[in-house]
């Protein structure tokens, strides 16, 4: 300890804030103690340019602190790169989003002759004109988060980081030249990459992962998705909706963690349009034939029989790592769970070290969403700014899974509703429904569903909604609020639906599962 204080007094200058000198040099930097031309210190610095450490950094230097940004990409195993913004913007929500609108269009138009539109021929779909205005799109978002920081004064470091100290990193350039900085505060923000099934023969060599497929020039062609997380169902489900024959590979359930009722009924729904499931099944080996194309061998896991088949592209979303690991952490005491390698946070959002912080992917405990690290990265900035106290609460955050069919949920599963309160304490009401865009074009709403989980007591507070539909988002937007307002049963039954909407379904929920009747709604 007595060291520690040592170096954080030499640090500080006469002012008591933290200062370092950045001699930089053929070799490297010469040492933080050494004179140089140059002189730079911040109040706090973020690591990590993704959604949540930008909130951060934007907001403090809103609040009047000197605040830097360090951020770098490593290539993909496939090399693929891409600029300021983190995962939502580049690898993410925003592209994923566009394809998920892409496919969706590709339905409207199939819909359309039954609404008078005189569609001639096929429509063919261009792979590489989508994928070029995703992209294009992507890189004005760049562009804009670097506009941002320099117009709130912020200052950006395309530069690796790692820990040397309690208050300084070591950021290390493309090119190899290094910068020390240093800072009062320290906000981690580094977020999380994919990861490679290494275990499995080829996967590495041979497949691509959430962070190419976006990018990818030319069409993915014939896809094996191996996962059942919202990343593979999402990236199967347009796929399939771009007329791309593809097969997801799962070897459990799908969308663990989400209520398992709606995932059923999305991968049912998937599968009506054409999505093809290996349920229960492993893959062993990928090998690359001489025509290029990919084959996969694979393990049924309950007969133990092999089997193979050739694909132009593997997919693996088996989960993601946070990015802590080239961070230094040990170096200066920031404890992570070894098994996660997630960073330990308190209830501040604060690590082991007390100037030290954690939010978003790379910390343990949270919600790997991207409004979550916005929202915590604020209140942290605001809270480091003696602006406010408040918390981030992480309890009933709202949620979409961009399958074919929106999942939108808000607050506990059927599951966790029961395991936490007891099923005779839980009552359930629930309807399958039929959207009118559904009905002139005769699509099949088979699993158009909702329910609302609440207790059973009076006034029957709501412990979660779950919509599986049309515009999933933006329906469970609105209840997300009264929800979090601690709405009851009763006041959603008083509220007013908006006619005709598929949203006015959950304020018409009179069913429960409890009572047995057919929960099928037959009209207005």
Known sequence: MAATAARVKALRGAGGRFRWRTPVVAGGVRGAAQDAAGQQDYDLLVIGGGSGGLACAKEAAQLGKKVAVVDYVEPSPRGTRWGLGGTCVNVGCIPKKLMHQAALLGGMIRDAPHYGWEVTQQVPHNWR????AVQNHVKSLNWGHRVQLQDRKV???????SFVNEHMVRGVAKGGKETLLSAEHIVIATGGRPKYPTHIEGALEHGITSDDIFWLKESPGKTLVVGASYVALECAGFLTGLRLDTTVMMRSIPLRGFDQQMSSLVTEYMASQGTQFLRGCTPLRVKKLPDGQLQVTWEDLESGREDMD???????????????????????GVN?????????????????????YAIGDAAEGRPELTPTAIMAGRLLAQRLCSQSSDLMDYSNVPTTVFTPLEYG??????????ARHGEEHVEVYHAYYKPLEFTVAERDASQC????????????????LHFLGPNAGEVTQGFALGIKCGASYAQVMRTVGIHPTCAEEVAKLRISKRSGLDPTVTGC
């Open 129 to 132: 004109k989508m994928a070029e």
């Open 155 to 161: 200052k950006y470091f395309n530069i690796k980081a």
């Open 310 to 332: 050739t694909f132009d592209t593997i997919l693996w979303a088996v989960g993601r790592v946070p990015e802590t690991r080239g961070l230094n952490l040990e170096k200066v």
């Open 336 to 356: 992570i769970n070894p098994d996660s390698q997630k960073i330990l946070v308190d209830d501040r959002e604060a690590t082991s070290v007390p100037h030290i």
């Open 409 to 418: 949920c808000v607050g506990l599963s059927e599951e966790e509703a029961v």
């Open 449 to 464: 569903y909702i329910k609302m989980v609440c207790l059973r007591e009076p006034p029957q507070l709501v412990l979660g």
